[in-house]
Each structure stands twice: as C-alpha cells, then as structure tokens.
C-alpha cells in the first residue's frame, strides 16, 4: 500500500518541467472536461503532437511553495484564482504515460493580481535556484521523498515578463525538462516542455510560447 502511493508522487517529482503542472492537477477538486478557448490547440505544436485528452477545468490549483530555509517545497493552492485550465500533449515518439508538454493557465480577478502572483512564483523560483537541490515533500508527508535539482533556464520572450526552470531528480540537468511561467493579462501561464530529447528544437519552443500569449492576449 504505502508503495503505491509514493510511486506516482515521485513519478511527479521526476518529470520536473511539469512537476508544478501535475502537482496541481493531483490537489485540484471538482475537474470537468471543458474545450475552454484561449489554450494551445495542435495546430501550434509541431508535427507529430497530440491531445490525447480534453483540457479540463477546476476551481482550485495547487503549486509547489518553496520553504528557502529548508530547501523544501511543498504543493500547495494558489490563493486568488477564479478558475484553472490544464491542457496535456503527447510528444512524437514518447512511450505511452511519459509526460509531454503541458500548459495551464490560471485566471484572476483583473491584471494586477495575476502580476502579483507572478511576482510570487518569481520569487518562489529564485529560491529554488539559490538552494539547487530542493527536497519534495508530500501534503501527506512529514519528509522528502525526493529532490529535485533546479536551475534557472533560458526563456523566449513572452510579453514583458516571463522566466523559466529547469529541474530533475538527476544531478545532470542538461537534458532537464522546462517550465516557462508568463503572464498576460488577467492570466498566470505555464508552459511546460519536456525532456530535451522529447521537446520542442529552440525556434518551435518560442512559437509555441507565442501562440500562448496570443491565444490569450487576442
């Protein structure tokens, strides 16, 4: 029994480029199936992606709080939300159940929260990249059960204000997944590719980004 409820936890942890995505998708309440506008369809992603799933909407959404003093995080809800949307793809080649690319959009009250909440994972991130090796802990548990090393990556721009990590269970991170968080508008975005191996080349990674924004800027 307690095998089965840490495996698809650190199954979460591992995949860290989507770690903030899944984790909120395993604490959120109330899912439905939506076709929500607004999201990346598969005609922004390269050939050969695909949407096994509808995208789905929930009323909360949690993400990982980074505790500097500890190097710890915990997934915990995100306060001043109205609404959250995540949407999956799976990459070309990818076995079945390895995780793709991802992208959640998280809907405030106006601009000025979602700017402020994008202050908040900001400065979430840089300590996560200050500590480097961040110890992921459970709501359920009292201890780590795993640790995933952080970096700070290079981003496309994405309106005036965008920032990325890359993390892993592994100490090499040069193959690492990426999140990228931007806002626009009343929205908190993140974007989160796979490994390098499965990802985007640079070049359709800035086009998906940019067909994010302009989904929702349009």
Not at 75 to 96: C, D, E
Not at 168 to 173: K, M, P
Request: charge should be positive; include cysteine.
């Amino acid at each position: 029994m307690a095998r089965s409820r840490r495996a698809p936890i650190a199954m979460v942890a591992i995949f860290a480029s989507v770690v903030a995505l899944a984790l909120g998708a395993g604490a959120l309440e109330a899912g439905a199936q939506t076709t929500t506008p607004g999201l990346l369809t598969t005609a922004d992603l390269p050939s050969g992606y695909s949407q096994p799933n509808e995208a789905r909407t929930f009323t909360t959404f949690s993400l990982p709080a980074t505790n500097p003093s500890t190097c710890t995080e915990t997934p915990t809800p995100l306060v001043g939300i109205t609404s959250a949307v995540l949407v999956t793809f799976a990459a070309p080649g990818a076995a079945p159940g390895v995780p793709g690319l991802s992208e959640s959009v998280l809907t405030f009250p106006n601009a000025t929260a979602a700017r402020a909440a994008f202050g908040a994972r900001v400065k979430n991130d840089k300590a996560r990249w200050k500590c480097g090796a961040v110890g992921f802990v459970p709501v359920s548990q009292p201890t780590p059960i795993a640790t995933i090393n952080y970096r700070r990556a290079p981003v496309s721009r994405v309106g005036t204000k965008a920032f990325a990590t890359s993390g892993s269970t592994s100490t090499t991170t040069t193959d690492a997944p990426v999140t990228v968080t931007f806002v626009a508008g009343p929205y908190l975005v993140l974007v989160g590719f796979p490994t390098r191996s499965l990802a985007p080349n640079p070049a359709d990674e800035k086009t998906v980004l940019k067909a994010a924004q302009r989904h929702l800027s349009g």
